[in-house]
């Protein structure tokens, strides 16, 4: 691959339909400059090219900011050295995505953390809560799930709450339904 034209774009030309792009294969933006990303990189796409983004650290800890705009590849500022942006480049226009190990650990960092909160598989119910789910998948009562778990009724009690409670639900039927649709119950054959 060989840079035939670098050039600067005015940050007031691009605008959506590729205006001020011209014919350019690579656009590089910054995240440091913000404004000018989110209208530089919908006018890129528009026009099929690609898109290299140079990371500062503070964009770099904000995880859907650096998402957001799903550039082609990721550049950290602080690591930028002459081989590295060669290196970025030819990744690009192969339509490779280059992405620094910091970069992919904070995104799957932030995708756990969602899942975690908004996805029942990621409940972590605990063996006692799981036993009561399993007899409330039953059609048991606190009362018939104390005696089976050989707990207090208070005990049943709680444990129905935390369940509830960590499967965001306001009745025992719709934590089973959920439970049922997310597999969160053992095979029930």
């Not at 007899?135 to 049943?156: M, Y």
Request: glycine share 4%; hydrophobic share 45%; proline share 5%.
């Amino acid at each position: 691959m060989t840079v035939r034209t670098v050039r600067e774009i005015a940050k007031q030309s691009a605008y959506p339909g590729g205006n001020g792009l011209g014919s350019l294969d690579i656009v590089i933006i910054s995240y440091a400059e913000w404004a000018t990303a989110m209208r530089v990189v919908p006018a890129a796409r528009a026009a099929n090219i690609r898109v290299l983004a140079f990371v500062d650290d503070v964009s770099a800890k904000d995880p859907e900011k650096l998402v957001s705009l799903r550039p082609d590849g990721f550049i950290l500022q602080r690591d930028l050295t002459k081989r590295r942006l060669e290196d970025a480049l030819i990744r690009v226009s192969r339509s490779e995505t280059p992405m620094p190990t910091e970069i992919v650990s904070q995104v799957f960092d932030s995708a756990i953390r969602i899942l975690k909160t908004s996805h029942p598989r990621f409940v972590e119910l605990t063996p006692r809560e799981q036993d009561a789910l399993e007899l409330l998948a039953d059609g048991l009562s606190n009362k018939e799930i104390a005696q089976r778990l050989s707990v207090s009724l208070h005990g049943a009690k709680r444990l129905v709450g935390n369940i509830l409670l960590k499967l965001n639900c306001p009745n025992r039927t719709q934590a089973v339904v959920l439970a049922m649709r997310h597999g969160l119950l053992r095979d029930r054959n």
